[in-house]
């Protein structure tokens, strides 16, 4: 991340940064000078371009000024300059007046006796320039070169006939036999070394002639322009589609094969695919030809066939159990891949009203993930029609397809409300009304503006639920939000209706909700009501309800203690708890003095749901993966894979990570002294390509007094066995304070079965946190061979590495506690960040601390203030509150406030940042 304080280094920017449009004009005369300078020609050249592409406006006469000096360089034979030549004609012919004056320059460059490189540009660039009127004098130039045998050339005129097709139909329709010729041009001799069909630069004036490509991409470029022409004459697109795909049926790709490029093939395909879904009597051929591509030896080939059949030929299957078949794939895609599933919105829409009901649930949630705003109300109104004639089964989809809906489009959050509303008071069971239930809650987490209508709508739908769940949880969410609101004492009566009429697990939920309004509403009459009705549930004839409201009126009395109790919503850690007590009862000493509960930390009751979801979905995942049709010998390999990797990958399930390290170092008893883990970096930092021989990652551990860097190795080649693996680590500076004190390499690396190995570094100064870069090399053995080093990517050190993320309940009385002594000020200028999200995530990333109230996502994209928690190593209490404003012209500004027990760990912190 490129942030400073000032933008003072404006100049590595480039030599363009300071350019300006009048001293480039008066430059200009340079083109007048005899000799021409190519090297000083085609700087200037590149200046203009880099102005035009800036948006630099220039007028119509300094354009027609430029245009003709410009012109004056085609008499160098400098084929670089010629090249920028061509380009700058281009971009100044579109607001230069005459620019026809250059036409006979361009023709000159066009004779084949004229270089490859120059024909190929000067038909570009004339193409540019031309009229519908002049097209039949350059008629004879354009066809030779289609059917020219250099495919450079012949695909600059076929893109340049594509573009010249609107306004001179009549001519180029006349061009079709030359055309179908480029399409079946034999390839080019592959005899000396091929390259791309886009020219590289060359001195020799023969060398071009000998530069065949093998991409064919002519052949793509000449399909495009064929259909162009005979688009409107639906047998003759039929006949070439037979034709191409012909001689390739039996073996695509292959030399009998009329086509040799994939892209080629890609066209084709869907013109069949319109063919298909236009003309019922070609639809089997059709399909039968689609059918083949799919063995086609290009991927991209195979999928655009694919994808052809699944939207066009099964969407309008005659049978519902294709129909199904088809919407149903289209659904899950667009769940990740809204955008491209888009293209088939309108054979979904069709659908809507397909007899078949489960089909016309797929299509219109499908529809409604890959809508726009303006076809919400339509879609809502077809949905509401055919609700009732559907299982729950299916109102669960269409209603989770709603709720993302309204995510998507929140001013269209009333409609949404409405409908799901409406459903929530019809029939139906438990998942399907939990589905409603969930739907309104993220709509009153994130849109605001509907907080009051959709708690409004909770509270009627508690009056008649029979789902004491469902009944419970709404209860703890109006006692949570109820509060907040600008009349909070109208949903005191909903929930006090619930202390009267429910069973006792619902009534106690209701109790802990006044509870909540007594304590964060705070008009005092309120406070009285809320005890009156407390004091009526001491009668209650369960002792649940009983216990509850004894508890909470005693709290009432004490704010102090209502606060703590009533309003904290975080938790301990449930993984760090039980890793501190196993180690309490296990060792004799720890047990002859208190449990220490204030070394656990606390997390939001929102981050532990997030992290027991999280398990949930790797555990979904697997068991998916596991009855999915794998076989059985795949699933013992998978199992194998998996318990190999598990001693250099912390287990993802509900155990926190940096236990799940922290217990596998203490295993190794080189590292039994070092004391116990302060923290571990959140994620290992790849340190090679995912695709070289060996991968390699690292984790950095933080002791007390000593760094360990666990560098994870793979050898993805399975004919190699590794001995010895180890990484020598060199600091990029020689005045580092750490001294390395143990390598610990890693015995043996098979393939596909990944090991550690170790480097330790001590702090010479513990009064001293050193941040820095390290170079890397990975050294081994190959087994009977000699010993081989690889370079890696270097690894930093960096001061979030020193910070662990803590929540915190009240940050406002933790900042005072803390006080100005310890604290730290600075402001800095992100001019690379550009929104306040990229720059709240950069920080907390930077800094290794932990957002706390909800600040780490902004709500305003202009002004945010982000608030933050950590504890420094040494158990040094650590905050952070960063004030950020955005404007797109200057990026984020940002001034930063650091406090702590020790002002030098602010400066330290700080520091990080400048």
Same mark, same amino acid.
Not at 285 to 291: G, S
Not at 346 to 360: C, F, G, K, P, Y
Not at 621 to 650: C, E, F, H, K, Y
Not at 671 to 698: H, M, Q, R, W
């Given at each position: 991340?490129?942030?400073?304080?000032?933008?003072?280094?404006?100049?590595? +920017?480039?030599?363009?940064?300071?350019?300006?449009?009048?001293?480039?004009?008066?430059?200009?005369?340079?083109?007048?000078?005899?000799?021409?300078?190519?090297?000083?020609?085609? +700087?200037?050249?590149?200046?203009?371009?880099?102005?035009?592409?800036?948006?630099?406006?220039?007028?119509?006469?300094?354009?027609?000024?430029?245009?003709?000096?410009?012109?004056?360089?085609?008499?160098?034979?400098?084929?670089?300059?010629?090249?920028?030549?061509?380009?700058?004609?281009?971009?100044?012919?579109?607001?230069?007046? &005459?620019?026809? %004056?250059?036409?006979?320059?361009?023709?000159?460059?066009?004779?084949?006796?004229?270089?490859? #490189?120059?024909?190929?540009?000067?038909?570009?660039?004339?193409?540019?320039?031309?009229?519908?009127?002049?097209?039949?004098?350059?008629?004879?130039?354009?066809?030779?070169?289609?059917?020219?045998?250099?495919?450079?050339?012949?695909?600059?005129?076929?893109?340049?006939?594509?573009?010249?097709?609107?306004?001179?139909?009549?001519?180029?329709?006349?061009?079709?036999?030359?055309?179908?010729?480029?399409?079946?041009?034999?390839?080019?001799?592959?005899?000396?070394?091929?390259?791309?069909?886009?020219?590289?630069?060359?001195?020799?004036?023969?060398?071009?002639?000998?530069?065949?490509?093998?991409?064919?991409?002519?052949?793509?470029?000449?399909?495009?322009?064929?259909?162009?022409?005979?688009?409107?004459?639906?047998?003759?697109?039929?006949?070439?589609?037979?034709?191409?795909?012909?001689?390739?049926?039996?073996?695509?790709?292959?030399?009998?094969?009329?086509?040799?490029?994939?892209?080629?093939?890609?066209?084709? /395909?869907?013109?069949?695919?319109? /063919?298909?879904?236009?003309?019922?009597?070609?639809?089997?051929?059709?399909?039968?030809?689609?059918?083949?591509?799919?063995?086609?030896?290009?991927?991209?080939?195979?999928?655009?066939?694919?994808?052809?059949?699944?939207?066009?030929?099964?969407?309008?299957?005659?049978?519902?159990?294709?129909?199904?078949?088809?919407?149903?794939?289209?659904?899950?895609?667009?769940?990740?891949?809204?955008?491209?599933?888009?293209?088939?919105?309108?054979?979904?829409?069709? +659908?809507?009203?397909?007899?078949?009901?489960?089909?016309?649930?797929?299509?219109?949630?499908?529809?409604?993930?890959?809508?726009?705003?303006?076809?919400?109300?339509?879609?809502?109104?077809?949905?509401?029609?055919?609700?009732?004639?559907?299982?729950?089964?299916?109102?669960?989809?269409?209603?989770?397809?709603?709720?993302?809906?309204?995510?998507?489009?929140?001013s269209k959050q009333a409609v949404m409300l409405n409908f799901l509303s409406g459903v929530l008071r019809d029939e139906g069971g438990y998942e399907f009304k939990r589905a409603v239930v969930e739907a309104i809650f993220d709509l009153v987490k994130f849109i605001p503006e509907c907080k009051e209508a959709a708690l409004a709508h909770l509270c009627e739908f508690i009056e008649d639920c029979e789902f004491t769940k469902l009944s419970v949880r709404v209860l703890h969410l109006l006692g949570v939000e109820g509060p907040k609101t600008t009349t909070p004492t109208k949903y005191i009566r909903?929930?006090?209706?619930?202390?009267?009429?429910?069973?006792?697990?619902?009534?106690?939920?209701?109790?802990?909700?006044?509870?909540?309004?007594?304590?964060?509403?705070?008009?005092?009459?309120?406070?009285?009501?809320?005890?009156?009705?407390?004091?009526?549930?001491?009668?209650?004839?369960?002792?649940?309800?009983?216990?509850?409201?004894?508890?909470?009126?005693?709290?009432?009395?004490?704010?102090t203690s209502a606060e703590k109790y009533v309003k904290d919503d975080s938790t301990y850690s449930l993984s760090a708890l039980e890793k501190q007590l196993v180690q309490y009862v296990s060792t004799s000493e720890a047990t002859e003095k208190p449990f220490d509960l204030s070394a656990i930390p606390k997390i939001t009751k929102a981050q532990a749901e997030a992290e027991n979801t999280r398990a949930r979905n790797i555990d979904h995942n697997t068991t998916s993966q596991t009855l999915g049709g794998v076989s059985a010998t795949n699933v013992i390999n998978t199992s194998i894979t998996t318990?190999?990797?598990?001693?250099?990958?912390?287990?993802?399930?509900?155990?926190?990570?940096?236990?799940?390290?922290?217990?596998?170092?203490?295993?190794?008893?080189?590292?039994?002294?070092?004391?116990?883990?302060?923290?571990?970096?959140?994620?290992?930092?790849?340190?090679?390509?995912?695709?070289?021989?060996?991968?390699?990652?690292?984790?950095?551990?933080?002791?007390?007094?000593? #760094? #360990?860097?666990?560098?994870?190795?793979?050898?993805?080649?399975?004919?190699?066995?590794?001995?010895?693996?180890?990484?020598?680590?060199?600091?990029?500076?020689?005045?580092?304070?750490?001294?390395?004190?143990?390598?610990?390499?890693?015995?043996?690396?098979?393939?596909?079965?990944?090991?550690?190995?170790?480097?330790?570094?001590?702090?010479?100064?513990?009064?001293?946190?050193?941040?820095?870069?390290?170079?890397?090399?990975?050294?081994?053995?190959?087994?009977?061979?000699?010993?081989?080093?690889?370079?890696?990517?270097?690894?930093?050190?960096?001061?979030?590495?020193?910070?662990?993320?803590?929540?915190?309940?009240?940050?406002?009385?933790?900042?005072?506690?803390?006080?100005?002594?310890?604290?730290?000020?600075?402001?800095?200028?992100?001019?690379? %960040?550009?929104?306040?999200? &990229?720059?709240?995530?950069?920080?907390?990333?930077?800094?290794? %601390?932990?957002?706390?109230?909800?600040?780490?996502?902004?709500?305003?994209?202009?002004?945010?203030?982000?608030?933050?928690?950590?504890?420094?190593?040494?158990?040094?209490?650590?905050?952070?509150?960063?004030?950020?404003?955005?404007?797109?012209?200057?990026?984020?500004? %940002?001034?930063?406030?650091?406090?702590?027990?020790?002002?030098?760990?602010?400066?330290?912190?700080?520091?990080?940042?400048?």
């Amino acid at each position: 991340m490129n942030v400073s304080k000032k933008d003072e280094d404006s100049g590595n +920017l480039g030599i363009f940064y300071h350019l300006d449009k009048t001293t480039v004009l008066q430059e200009a005369r340079v083109f007048n000078e005899t000799p021409i300078i190519p090297r000083k020609c085609r +700087l200037l050249l590149t200046k203009i371009i880099y102005l035009l592409y800036l948006g630099e406006p220039l007028g119509t006469k300094e354009a027609t000024e430029l245009f003709f000096s410009v012109t004056k360089l085609f008499q160098s034979k400098d084929i670089a300059l010629r090249q920028m030549v061509y380009l700058v004609i281009k971009e100044l012919s579109t607001i230069a007046e &005459d620019v026809i %004056m250059v036409t006979s320059s361009l023709m000159k460059d066009m004779q084949p006796k004229s270089e490859v #490189i120059y024909r190929a540009n000067a038909i570009r660039a004339l193409c540019k320039i031309i009229d519908a009127s002049m097209l039949p004098s350059v008629e004879r130039f354009l066809k030779a070169a289609i059917i020219d045998k250099t495919p450079s050339i012949s695909s600059a005129a076929l893109v340049s006939s594509y573009h010249l097709f609107p306004a001179g139909k009549d001519v180029i329709r006349r061009w079709a036999n030359e055309v179908h010729e480029a399409i079946n041009s034999k390839p080019a001799s592959l005899v000396g070394s091929a390259s791309s069909y886009l020219t590289s630069f060359s001195t020799g004036a023969s060398s071009y002639a000998t530069q065949p490509s093998t991409s064919n991409i002519n052949q793509y470029h000449a399909l495009g322009l064929l259909y162009l022409i005979r688009q409107h004459d639906r047998m003759a697109v039929t006949k070439v589609i037979q034709q191409l795909a012909g001689g390739g049926r039996s073996g695509f790709g292959s030399s009998s094969s009329v086509l040799r490029n994939p892209f080629a093939y890609c066209l084709l /395909i869907r013109y069949a695919a319109k /063919i298909l879904d236009e003309d019922p009597n070609s639809r089997q051929q059709m399909y039968e030809l689609l059918e083949a591509w799919l063995r086609h030896k290009s991927d991209i080939v195979n999928f655009e066939a694919a994808k052809a059949i699944l939207l066009q030929l099964f969407l309008s299957s005659p049978k519902p159990t294709q129909r199904f078949a088809a919407i149903r794939a289209l659904n899950k895609l667009a769940m990740t891949h809204p955008t491209a599933v888009q293209p088939c919105n309108l054979d979904m829409e069709n +659908l809507i009203t397909d007899q078949n009901r489960s089909v016309a649930t797929f299509a219109i949630t499908t529809l409604l993930k890959t809508g726009n705003e303006a076809s919400v109300d339509r879609l809502m109104k077809q949905i509401t029609g055919f609700m009732s004639e559907i299982s729950d089964e299916f109102k669960v989809i269409v209603v989770d397809a709603i709720r993302s809906l309204c995510l998507k489009f929140p001013s269209k959050q009333a409609v949404m409300l409405n409908f799901l509303s409406g459903v929530l008071r019809d029939e139906g069971g438990y998942e399907f009304k939990r589905a409603v239930v969930e739907a309104i809650f993220d709509l009153v987490k994130f849109i605001p503006e509907c907080k009051e209508a959709a708690l409004a709508h909770l509270c009627e739908f508690i009056e008649d639920c029979e789902f004491t769940k469902l009944s419970v949880r709404v209860l703890h969410l109006l006692g949570v939000e109820g509060p907040k609101t600008t009349t909070p004492t109208k949903y005191i009566r909903y929930i006090y209706n619930r202390v009267i009429l429910e069973n006792s697990i619902v009534r106690a939920a209701a109790v802990s909700a006044l509870a909540k309004f007594g304590v964060s509403v705070g008009d005092v009459e309120v406070k009285k009501s809320i005890k009156v009705l407390l004091t009526r549930c001491l009668d209650d004839n369960d002792d649940e309800v009983r216990d509850r409201a004894t508890l909470y009126l005693k709290l009432l009395e004490d704010e102090t203690s209502a606060e703590k109790y009533v309003k904290d919503d975080s938790t301990y850690s449930l993984s760090a708890l039980e890793k501190q007590l196993v180690q309490y009862v296990s060792t004799s000493e720890a047990t002859e003095k208190p449990f220490d509960l204030s070394a656990i930390p606390k997390i939001t009751k929102a981050q532990a749901e997030a992290e027991n979801t999280r398990a949930r979905n790797i555990d979904h995942n697997t068991t998916s993966q596991t009855l999915g049709g794998v076989s059985a010998t795949n699933v013992i390999n998978t199992s194998i894979t998996t318990a190999s990797r598990d001693v250099t990958t912390p287990t993802p399930a509900g155990l926190d990570q940096q236990h799940v390290y922290a217990r596998k170092l203490a295993a190794i008893p080189e590292f039994a002294s070092y004391g116990e883990l302060f923290t571990s970096s959140n994620k290992p930092i790849d340190l090679t390509e995912s695709e070289t021989e060996y991968v390699v990652s690292c984790v950095k551990h933080i002791f007390k007094e000593h #760094i #360990i860097f666990q560098f994870n190795i793979t050898n993805t080649l399975n004919d190699t066995l590794l001995e010895n693996a180890s990484v020598v680590m060199q600091p990029e500076s020689d005045d580092i304070s750490l001294e390395e004190v143990l390598v610990l390499p890693a015995p043996k690396l098979a393939y596909d079965q990944p090991a550690s190995a170790y480097v330790v570094y001590k702090r010479i100064n513990s009064d001293e946190y050193v941040l820095g870069s390290f170079s890397n090399t990975l050294k081994y053995i190959v087994k009977e061979f000699d010993p081989s080093t690889v370079q890696v990517e270097d690894i930093d050190l960096l001061a979030g590495d020193y910070v662990l993320p803590t929540y915190l309940s009240d940050f406002t009385a933790a900042w005072d506690q803390l006080g100005e002594d310890g604290q730290v000020v600075e402001t800095f200028a992100l001019t690379a %960040m550009n929104s306040l999200k &990229d720059a709240c995530a950069k920080l907390i990333s930077l800094l290794g %601390m932990s957002d706390v109230e909800n600040t780490g996502t902004p709500q305003s994209t202009s002004l945010h203030t982000l608030l933050l928690s950590g504890t420094f190593l040494g158990g040094i209490k650590l905050l952070a509150k960063s004030r950020m404003t955005y404007a797109p012209s200057s990026g984020v500004t %940002m001034e930063l406030t650091v406090r702590s027990q020790d002002i030098e760990i602010s400066r330290f912190v700080i520091g990080a940042i400048a």
